[in-house]
C-alpha cells in the first residue's frame, strides 16, 4: 500500500491530529500556534490538491476505514463534486486562516488565541471530513464537529451580543442536528444500512417505504437549517454579524455550503432522482424548495438594501446566494446544477473576501456602519478594491465567477421553463447590484478623501485581494472546470 | 465575409488603453504632467493599432481570436468585421479629440478621471470588435459601470443624483439583456456573429422571437435613449464635465445602438425582421422619439440639457434607418453614427468652453458672448447647421440617405418626420447662435479680444469636430471615411 | 385508525411524541435552561428510537460465542451509533450551558423573552 493511496483519510485525520495538538502547543508556547494551524492547513491542502489527479483520471476515489469493506466499514468517498468543494474549503480555510493572525491577535485576549486555533482547525478538519464521508452517520458527527465549532468561534469573544447570537444558533442548529439524526435513525430502521451507495442500491431494490419518504422530508429540513435557506434563515444575520470577522467569512463561504452539500448528497447519492416511486414526491418536494431558495433571493436581498449595519448586510446577502445554490440545483438539470455548484465556488471567494474586507476595515478604523465607509477607496485602496472586484461577482456581473454562476442557473431554469425563477433570478442580481455599489459608492466617490494610504496590514489584504483575484479567474478562466462539473452534475442527475 | 484569419491584433487593441493605467501607477502622483501625456499617447497608440485594421476590414474580412471558451459553445472572443471596424475607428478618433480637450478642461482627480476614460475606451472597443454576443455583452456592462465614475466626476449633489439614475437604469437593463442573451441561446444555440441571422422562425416559433426581440430593444433601448427609456439622459450630460459628455453622447449612446445593429444583422437578419413585422413600431417609437426629443429640447434653458434631448432626438434617426430595413435606410442610419458623433461632439465641446470661459450654463445668460469666443461659438454654428441638415454639412447626408431609404422601404411619410425634426433642430439651435453673435452687442468689458479665447488644447478638438462637419457633408466618398466602409457593411448585410 | 398497527409500530409512535415534547420545549419555553433540556429530550427521542430498531426479540448480546448464531443477536450498529450520539449531545449541551452561564453574567437572566427583546420563540 502506497502512501498516496492513504491520502484520502490523511486529509481528514491531518487536520483532527492538527486540531488535538493545538492546545498543547499553545500550552507550551501560545505564540505557535499559529504556525502551527499554518502548516496542518498547508498540509491538508497538499493531500487534497494531490487527489485531483486520481478523481479526474477515475471519479470516484474511496477508502474503507480500517479495511473494513462497506457497507460494514466505514467509507471515505471522494467524487468530483465533494473535491471540488473539499479544495474551496482548502483554499479559502488557509487565506482566512492567514487573515486570522493579525485580526485575533487584535481583537481577542491572548489566553483565547489558542482556543480560537484549535476551534478553527476542528472546523477545518470537520468540514472537510462532511464532504468527503461516504458514511450517513459519519457524515452527521462531522457535521455536529463543525456546528460544536462554529457555535463556539461566534462565541468566543464573549461579548454581550455574540454569546447571544451564538445561543440562537445552537438552539437552531442543534435542533436541526437532532432532526437530521431522526432522518437517519428512520432510514436506517427502514434500509438497514449507513452507506449512501448502499442505502441507494436498498431503496431501489426494496422499494420506496413512506418511512423513507418522511426521512427525506426530515433530512431537508434539518440541512435547510444548517443551509440558512427561508424560512429557517432567522440565526444567520446574527451569527455571521457578530462573529469575529475571519469566522464570518468561513462560516458565509463553507459552513452554510455543508447544508447545502447534505441536501445534495440526499438528493442525489441517497435518494436517487431516477427513482420512479418518488417521482411524485420528488418533483413536489424540489419545487417546495425551489420556490423557498427563490423567495430567499428576493427577500433576503431586500433585507440587505434595507441595513445600516455593514455586516449585516454582507450576512442577509449569503442568504440570498444560498437561494441561487439551492434554486440551481432544484431544477434537476444539468446546467442548473452545474451553475449551483459554480456558485458554491463564486460565492465562497466572493463572500469570504466581503468579509475579511469588513474585517480589515473593523480592525483600522472599528466601523461598521455603510455610511461611515466614505474616502476610504483613497486610504484603503487595496482592501476597497478588492471589495469592487468581489461585488462584481456577487451581483453576477462579467467577467466574474458569479456572473458563469448565475448564466448556469438562468439556463437550467429555462431547461425547465421555469420562467417566473427566471425573472426572479434577475431581479435578485438587480437588488444585489443596490447593495454592493452602494459600498462601492460610499468607498470611491464620496468624500472626504484622506491624503496617504493607511492600509491594513499585509496579511489581511493579501488574502481578501487574492480572493477578489480568485472571483476573475474563474470568471475568465471558467473552463478549466467547467466541462467536468458540467459531467459531475450529470452524473450526480444519473443517480 | 471571405475568409477567417487569427490574429492576436483585435485582443491587443482591446486592451490597449489600459497602458494608460500603467502610467497613472507609474507615473500619477509623481510626475502628473508625464501621466498625462501617456494617456494621451496610449490613446494614440490604439487610433494607429487599429488604422492598421483598414486593410483588412475594407476587404470586409473578419480575423477571428478565441481569447477563453467561458462554456460550451460560450466564449469570449474578438473579431474585426466592417461594421466593428467603422465603430472602433470612429471611438479612437472622439476619444483621442476628447482626451486633448480634457488636458485643458478637467482640474483635480485626474488620475481616476483619465483612468475610467481609457478604461472607457478599452470597454467600448470590446463592444465594438465582439465576435459574440457573449463578449458584446460582458463588454457592455463593464463598459456601463466605467462609466459612472466619468459621469460623477465634479461629485456634486447633482451630479451624484444623475449617476445615481444613469446607474439604475442601466444596470436594470443590463438584466434585461442578460435575460435576452440567454433566451437566445437557449432557443438558437449560439452566439456568434455569422454575418447572417441566427435564429430560425421555423425551429423558434413567432412568440419566442418577439419577445426576444422586445427584451434586446428594451435593453439595449437604454443606452441608446429610445423614449421612454431615456430617462438618465437629460440629467447625466449636464453633471458630467465637457468631454465626457461629449463622449457620453458622441459614442456611448451609440454603443446602445451599436447593440442594435448586431442584434438586426446577426440576431435576427434582415428577412427574419421583415417576417416578424416588427418595422413598423419601431419606426413609431423612434419618430416619436425624434419628434418629441426635439420638442423637450426647445423648452430647455440649460444649454447642455438642451443639447442632451437634441441626442435623444437625433440618436433615434439611427434607429429610424435601421427599422427601414432597406438599403439605403441602413446606409442613412449608419452613417448619422459617425455624423452625429462629430456633430454633438462638436456642439458639447463648445457648450464646455462656453463654461469654462465665460461660466455661462443657460442660453439666456448667453447674450453677446460670440465675440469673446469667436472660433468657438462659429464651430457652434457648423454644428448645429448640421444638425439641421443643411446642405454641404454631413447632417445633409444623413438626412437624404433616411429619406430615400423611407422611399425604398415603401414608407415615404417618414420623410414627414425627419422634415419636421430639421424644423425643431432649427428652432432650438438657431436662438444660440442668435443670442451669441446678433444679441447684446455692448460688450466693453466681455470683448477683450487681447485675451486668448481658450487654451490650445481645448480649442484644437473643437476645430477638428467643426472641421469634419463639413469634410463629411463634402467629400462623402473618400476612401476611409464613413461612407466607404457603410457601404461594404450594406453590401454584406442586403 | 388500525390500533394494531400503532401497536405494532409503538416505537415509532413514541420517539415521535417525545421528539415533539422535545420541540416543543425549545419552541416555546422562554427559560434557556429549559430550552437545553427540550434539546435533550428529543435527542434521548431519537437515541431509543435506534435502540429499539436494533431489537430481536429474546436476542443475545452480541457477543461473539460458541453456539450462538449471528441472526440471534440484538443487533449492535444502533448501540454504537447511540454511544457516538451521546457523546456529540453532551458536548453540545456542554457548550449550550457555557454559553448560558456568560448570558446570564451578561444579562442577570435566563429568560429568552427578555434577552433577545423580541419574545420570538428562539
Known amino acids: 500500500m502506497s502512501f498516496s493511496s492513504q491520502y484520502p483519510i490523511l486529509l481528514e485525520a491531518v487536520p483532527l491530529a492538527f486540531a488535538a495538538l493545538c492546545p498543547i502547543v499553545g500550552m507550551w508556547k501560545r505564540k505557535l500556534c499559529f504556525p502551527f494551524s499554518v502548516a496542518g492547513v498547508l498540509a491538508t491542502n497538499f493531500f487534497i490538491f494531490s487527489l485531483w489527479g486520481k478523481v479526474t483520471s477515475t471519479n470516484t476515489v474511496t477508502y474503507a476505514l480500517g479495511g473494513w469493506r462497506p457497507p460494514f466499514g466505514i467509507q471515505i468517498r471522494i467524487d468530483y463534486v465533494g473535491l471540488f468543494i473539499a479544495s474551496i474549503i482548502g483554499a479559502v480555510g488557509l487565506l482566512v486562516l492567514i487573515y486570522s493572525w493579525r485580526y485575533v491577535s487584535h481583537e481577542l485576549e491572548e489566553e483565547k488565541c489558542t482556543y480560537y486555533y484549535t476551534l478553527y482547525l476542528l472546523l477545518f478538519a470537520s468540514m472537510l471530513g462532511f464532504t468527503v464521508t461516504g458514511d450517513i452517520f459519519n457524515m452527521f458527527v462531522f457535521m455536529e464537529i463543525f456546528s460544536i465549532a462554529s457555535y463556539a468561534l461566534v462565541g468566543i469573544t464573549g461579548q454581550r451580543r455574540a454569546v447571544r447570537a451564538a445561543l440562537k444558533y445552537l438552539l437552531m442548529g442543534a435542533t436541526s442536528s437532532i432532526i437530521v439524526l431522526l432522518a437517519i435513525a428512520f432510514l436506517y430502521g427502514t434500509v438497514g444500512s449507513l452507506n449512501m451507495e448502499d442505502i441507494a442500491g436498498r431503496l431501489q431494490v426494496g422499494g420506496y417505504t413512506s418511512v423513507a419518504g418522511v426521512a427525506l422530508v426530515l433530512f431537508l429540513i434539518g440541512f435547510a437549517v444548517k443551509a440558512a435557506l427561508f424560512p429557517v434563515h432567522v440565526w444567520l444575520p446574527d451569527a455571521h454579524s457578530i462573529a469575529p470577522s475571519p469566522i464570518s467569512a468561513v462560516l458565509s463561504a463553507l459552513v452554510i455550503k455543508m447544508g447545502v452539500l447534505g441536501i445534495l448528497r440526499i438528493f442525489f447519492t441517497v435518494y436517487t432522482p431516477g427513482f420512479a416511486d418518488l417521482s411524485g414526491t420528488w418533483n413536489a418536494l424540489t419545487q417546495a424548495v425551489a420556490w423557498c431558495a427563490a423567495i430567499s433571493i428576493v427577500l433576503a436581498s431586500i433585507m440587505a438594501i434595507i441595513q445600516r449595519d455593514f455586516k449585516v448586510m454582507i450576512a442577509y446577502s449569503s442568504i440570498a446566494h444560498i437561494g441561487y445554490i439551492l434554486l440551481g440545483v432544484c431544477m434537476l438539470t444539468d446546467r442548473g446544477l452545474t451553475g449551483g455548484l459554480y456558485n458554491i465556488l463564486a460565492h465562497a471567494l466572493g463572500k469570504s473576501c466581503f468579509f475579511l474586507v469588513a474585517g480589515a476595515i473593523i480592525y483600522k478604523h472599528g466601523f461598521r456602519r455603510i455610511t461611515s465607509l466614505r474616502g476610504l477607496g483613497r486610504s484603503m485602496p487595496v482592501t476597497a478594491g478588492a471589495f469592487a472586484v468581489a461585488s462584481l461577482s456577487i451581483v453576477g456581473l462579467p467577467p466574474s465567477a458569479g456572473f458563469i454562476a448565475k448564466w448556469y442557473i438562468l439556463w437550467g431554469c429555462l431547461q425547465k421553463h421555469q420562467y417566473a425563477f427566471v425573472v426572479m433570478v434577475l431581479l435578485g442580481s438587480l437588488l444585489a447590484a443596490v447593495y454592493c455599489f452602494r459600498v462601492v459608492y460610499y468607498m470611491f466617490f464620496v468624500g472626504p478623501y484622506g491624503d496617504g494610504i493607511d492600509e491594513a496590514p499585509a496579511t489581511m489584504f493579501v488574502p481578501a485581494a487574492s480572493l477578489a483575484a480568485g472571483t476573475l479567474f474563474f470568471g475568465i478562466f471558467a473552463t478549466l472546470i467547467l466541462p467536468s462539473l458540467g459531467s459531475a452534475a450529470r452524473a450526480l442527475l444519473a443517480g | 465575409m471571405s475568409k477567417s484569419t487569427t490574429s492576436v491584433l483585435p485582443a491587443v487593441i482591446v486592451f490597449m488603453p489600459w497602458l494608460a493605467l500603467v502610467g497613472a501607477m507609474l507615473w500619477g502622483k509623481s510626475r502628473p504632467g508625464f501621466a498625462k501625456i501617456v494617456y494621451v499617447g496610449s490613446t494614440v497608440a490604439t487610433l494607429l493599432a487599429i488604422l492598421t485594421l483598414y486593410p483588412r476590414a475594407q476587404g470586409g474580412v473578419a480575423s477571428t481570436q478565441k481569447l477563453v471558451g467561458i462554456a460550451p459553445r460560450v466564449s469570449l472572443a474578438f473579431r474585426v468585421d466592417t461594421v466593428g471596424f467603422y465603430f472602433a475607428l470612429l471611438l479612437a478618433v472622439l476619444w483621442l479629440l476628447c482626451a486633448i480637450y480634457s488636458l485643458g478642461y478637467i482640474h483635480g482627480r485626474e488620475t481616476r478621471y483619465y483612468c475610467f476614460l481609457s478604461l472607457n475606451l478599452s470597454f467600448c472597443l470590446g463592444v465594438a470588435l465582439s465576435a459574440n454576443m457573449f463578449t458584446l455583452f460582458i463588454f457592455y456592462e463593464l463598459m456601463t459601470l466605467a462609466t459612472y465614475p466619468l459621469i460623477i466626476h465634479e461629485e456634486t449633489e447633482e451630479a451624484r443624483r444623475a449617476g445615481l439614475k444613469y446607474l439604475i437604469y442601466s444596470i436594470s437593463a443590463g438584466a434585461v439583456i442578460l435575460l435576452g442573451l440567454i433566451l437566445q441561446f437557449y432557443y438558437g444555440g449560439t452566439l456568434s456573429f455569422l454575418g447572417h441571422g441566427t435564429l430560425n422562425l421555423s425551429q423558434v416559433g413567432k412568440p419566442v422571437l418577439l419577445t426576444i426581440f422586445s427584451i434586446y430593444m428594451l435593453g439595449f433601448g437604454v443606452k441608446a435613449c429610445v423614449m421612454p427609456l431615456h430617462g438618465w439622459v437629460p440629467d447625466a450630460h449636464p453633471a458630467a464635465p465637457a468631454p465626457a459628455s461629449a463622449l457620453l453622447s458622441g459614442v456611448i449612446l451609440k454603443v446602445g445602438i451599436f447593440g442594435i445593429i448586431r442584434v438586426v444583422f446577426e440576431v435576427f437578419g434582415i428577412e427574419l425582421l421583415h417576417t416578424l413585422g416588427v418595422s413598423l413600431p419601431m419606426l413609431i417609437v423612434a419618430s416619436f422619439t425624434i419628434i418629441v426629443g426635439s420638442l423637450f429640447a426647445i423648452t430647455q434653458d440649460n444649454l447642455k440639457r438642451r443639447l442632451a434631448y437634441s441626442s435623444v432626438a437625433q440618436v433615434s434617426y439611427i434607429v429610424l434607418g435601421l427599422f427601414l430595413l432597406s438599403p439605403d435606410g441602413a446606409t442613412g442610419g449608419l452613417l448619422h453614427i459617425a455624423h452625429h458623433a462629430f456633430m454633438k461632439g462638436c456642439l458639447f465641446l463648445c457648450a464646455g468652453i462656453i463654461i469654462h470661459e465665460t461660466g455661462k450654463k443657460n442660453v439666456s445668460e448667453m447674450d453677446g458672448i460670440g465675440s469673446r469666443i469667436p472660433i468657438t461659438m462659429a464651430a457652434f454654428t457648423v454644428a448645429a447647421l448640421g444638425m439641421m441638415g443643411i446642405p454641404l454639412t454631413c447632417g445633409f447626408i444623413t438626412k437624404w440617405f433616411l429619406g430615400v431609404g423611407s422611399i425604398q422601404a415603401h414608407r415615404p411619410y417618414f420623410i414627414a418626420v425627419l422634415l419636421v425634426s430639421s424644423l425643431l433642430n432649427a428652432v432650438y439651435f438657431l436662438p444660440v447662435v442668435y443670442v451669441a453673435f446678433f444679441k447684446g452687442r455692448s460688450p466693453g468689458e466681455e470683448l477683450r479680444l487681447s485675451k486668448r479665447e481658450t487654451k490650445r488644447s481645448m480649442l484644437v478638438p473643437v476645430i477638428i469636430t467643426g472641421c469634419m462637419v463639413i469634410a463629411l457633408g463634402v467629400f462623402v466618398t473618400v476612401k476611409g471615411f464613413p461612407y466607404s466602409l457603410v457601404e461594404v457593411v450594406v453590401k454584406a448585410f442586403f | ?122
Open chain 3, 1 to 122: 385508525m388500525n390500533f394494531n398497527r400503532i401497536a405494532h409500530n409503538l416505537n415509532y409512535v413514541s420517539s415521535v411524541v417525545l421528539f415533539l415534547l422535545g420541540l416543543y420545549a425549545v419552541a416555546v419555553k422562554p427559560n434557556l435552561v429549559k430550552k437545553i433540556m427540550g434539546l435533550n429530550i428529543m435527542e434521548t427521542s431519537v437515541f431509543l428510537f435506534m435502540v429499539s430498531i436494533g431489537m430481536v426479540g429474546s436476542g443475545n448480546a452480541p457477543v461473539v460465542t460458541e453456539g450462538v448464531k449471528p441472526a440471534t443477536m440484538v443487533n449492535p450498529i444502533p448501540q454504537a451509533l447511540i454511544l457516538t450520539g451521546i457523546v456529540v449531545a453532551v458536548s453540545t449541551t456542554a457548550v449550550a450551558l457555557s454559553l448560558c452561564i456568560k448570558i446570564h453574567e451578561h444579562y442577570g437572566t435566563l429568560n429568552a423573552s427578555e434577552i433577545l427583546g423580541t419574545g420570538g420563540p428562539f
